[in-house]
């Protein structure tokens, strides 16, 4: 190869997903019933498999693929294959009435196929995931004595996504934000009248940045106290409901106060954590986001950590839109804006791998009442 020629795109990859067999499905006529899968990847539908009897004592069989295409011109693609999960929608298939033209049908459950494996080297992933009852399904409230619906499904390519030299080059990074804690106290409940935001830059590339937008955090009061073992949301669940909005076996870390990093660690600051964690207002996310860096924005990322140390994430608040918005409406949007600092260089540490911390949020346009407390990792 030339100096200064580019080296040769990789043509495009197939992903077959292939959706093996249900069992323990429940219908409106109980456990005997006519079903088939509806398989997506973000706003696309990649297929459907064909309509299968599952009984009580025999699995439904399906045996159906579906390919989604990798491409790899714009490191953006790769990237949502961290964040973005293959959506499998089970459907039961009703009979059909006399004098209609189609059969009915009804939504059972949901799960989600995480194609994060995939990103690191392996070619032939094996899932058996529970699937979850949506709301006012059959199979939303099965008894916990009853055999829980389940699915196998796998994901197969060719070649790896990605070559050893490339695994070893580029960076596969998480950011979970959590919560908010101690909010301003402008922020009253209830608060479905705004939208709460978190957002911070990633590189793409060297010279391309994007800017991730963590959406729909939720304004909790104090007196709503925050379950044990919380799991972590997908990024962007599609149009997955109910517990399928959860990545299967991620939870939130639960670190101790020595274990954390941020302003908050001395013991001066337990009263104020205390009473901001268990007593004040709350916005949680508790989402996750993948994100595929390549060799040139890793080490566009390290440099500027090196350089700045501190990694800027912002929180807004923003009215909902309303069908007729005026530009007085527009010139508010924004009124509350904030951002937090994060420490990044221990990253750059070597064998550092992770950051947890709890940082104050700082007014970008106004100063907050009281000290909110960030909680991101």
Not at 114 to 140: A, C, F, I
Not at 275 to 297: C, H, P
Not at 363 to 370: L, V
């Amino acid at each position: 190869m030339a100096d200064g020629e580019l080296p040769p795109i990789r043509s495009p990859e197939q992903v077959t997903v292939t959706v093996r067999r249900a069992r323990n499905l429940r219908g409106l006529r109980g456990d005997s019933l006519v079903s088939q899968i509806k398989v997506e990847f973000g706003d696309k539908v990649l297929g459907e498999t064909p309509k299968v009897e599952c009984m009580p004592d025999s699995p439904a069989e399906y045996n159906h693929n579906s390919t989604l295409t990798v491409t790899f011109e714009d490191p953006a693609f790769l990237d949502e294959l961290g964040y973005k999960p293959i959506l499998l929608t089970i459907i039961e298939v009703l009979p059909k009435e006399k004098k209609a033209k189609e059969e009915k049908t009804l939504n059972l459950g949901q799960c989600t196929v995480d194609l994060m494996p995939l990103l690191r080297g392996e070619v032939n992933p094996k899932y058996t995931l529970q699937v979850h009852g949506l709301p006012s399904s059959p199979m939303e409230n099965i008894p916990a004595e009853v055999p829980k619906p389940e699915v196998d499904v796998e994901l197969k390519v060719n070649e790896a996504i990605l070559s050893e030299s490339q695994l070893s080059e580029c960076n596969l990074m998480t950011i979970t934000t959590e919560s908010l804690f101690s909010p301003p106290d402008s922020w009253q409940m209830p608060g479905s009248q705004y939208i709460y935001t978190a957002s911070l830059p990633l590189p793409i590339t060297s010279e391309k940045e994007n800017v991730v937008v963590f959406p729909s955090g939720q304004l909790k009061p104090g007196i709503e106290k925050e379950v044990p073992n919380k799991q972590k949301k997908w990024f962007i669940p599609g149009s997955a409901q109910g517990n399928a909005i959860y990545i299967p076996d991620s939870y939130v870390s639960s670190d101790t106060y020595e274990e954390e990093a941020g302003d908050f660690r001395s013991k001066d600051d337990r009263e104020h954590r205390i009473v901001a964690e268990q007593d004040k207002n709350r916005v949680t996310w508790n989402t996750e986001r993948r994100s595929y860096l390549d060799s040139s924005a890793t080490k566009s990322f390290q440099d500027k950590i090196a350089k700045t140390r501190y990694w800027p994430m912002e929180v807004m608040r923003v009215p909902l839109p309303s069908g007729n918005k005026t530009k007085k409406d527009d010139d508010g949007s924004f009124s509350y804006h904030g951002v937090v600092y994060i420490n990044m260089a221990p990253l750059l540490y070597p064998g550092g791998s992770t950051q947890w911390s709890k940082d104050p949020l700082v007014s970008a346009n106004r100063w907050f009442g009281g000290s909110s407390l960030l909680q991101p990792s």
